[in-house]
């Protein structure tokens, strides 16, 4: 089946430093991959996505490669902003007629001034 | 204006009773979703609205049943409250088939069942 699995949270970092969220997939075909971002209080809301194999997502200085060699997807910042914290969501997209995304469990990034 | 709205934002209830949460969605999507959050974060959908027809059920008990009367609005209907439903709620939206295939959720909407 289809299942996305994400590196186990919380993540504490002091600004400025280097952020990765580890996610993989496993999935029949070739899903298109996403990641969100949920904001506390607030629904989840698109940060990045990558329709194909070897595309590069990127949006608000965050960066995620499709690697369909090692059916992965992380997350990357080379710079975290205090702003940056919340829980991120990685997702893929399953093909076929009923449409719908699968998320990983999320991963809760705190970053401290 | 606001893109997905849902009414009400809490809901604090008792165990046995019955409640509903509304979505609307101002996008014109032809798509609408439920999803819920535990408290843990994990986020599963429950349901999905295509033009109206249910296109998935992910095998939620009968005592919820979505309804849909037109496209721009999805709610869901809880029957016979239990404490596990306790979770936040959300409502998204989408227009399948579109080439730049994104769904735009809700604020949610936190249940506590007491």
């Known amino acids: 089946g289809n299942s996305v699995t994400q590196m186990e949270g919380p993540v504490t970092l002091s600004e400025e430093a280097f952020l990765t969220i580890n996610c993989t997939y496993t999935?029949?075909?070739?899903?298109?991959l996403f990641w969100y971002v949920q904001y506390p209080g607030e629904g989840l809301q698109l940060l990045l996505k990558a329709t194909k194999a070897d595309d590069k997502g990127s949006n608000k200085g965050f960066e995620a490669t499709y690697r369909k060699e090692t059916t992965s997807f992380h997350l990357e910042k080379g710079s975290v902003q205090v702003s940056d914290s919340a829980v991120y969501f990685c997702?893929?997209?399953?093909?076929?007629?009923?449409?719908?995304?699968?998320f990983g469990k999320g991963t809760k990034l705190t970053v401290n001034p | 204006d606001t893109a997905v709205s849902q009414t009400p934002k809490y809901l604090v209830t008792q165990m046995g009773n019955d409640k509903s949460i509304k979505c609307e969605q101002n996008l014109g999507h032809d798509t609408m979703y439920w999803y819920k959050q535990d408290s843990k974060k994990f986020l599963k959908i429950m349901f999905s609205y295509n033009n109206k027809e249910l296109i998935i059920n992910e095998t939620v008990p009968n005592r919820f049943s979505p309804k849909s009367p037109d496209k721009a609005h999805l709610n869901l209907h809880i029957n016979s409250l239990e404490l596990g439903d306790s979770a936040v709620y959300f409502c998204?939206?989408?227009?399948?088939?579109?080439?730049?295939?994104?769904?735009?959720f809700g604020p949610g909407t936190r249940l506590t069942v007491t």
């Open positions: 998204a939206s989408s227009q399948v088939g579109g080439s730049l295939y994104e769904q735009y």
């Open positions: 997702a893929l997209r399953t093909q076929g007629g009923s449409e719908k995304l699968v």
């Open positions: 999935a029949t075909g070739y899903p298109s």
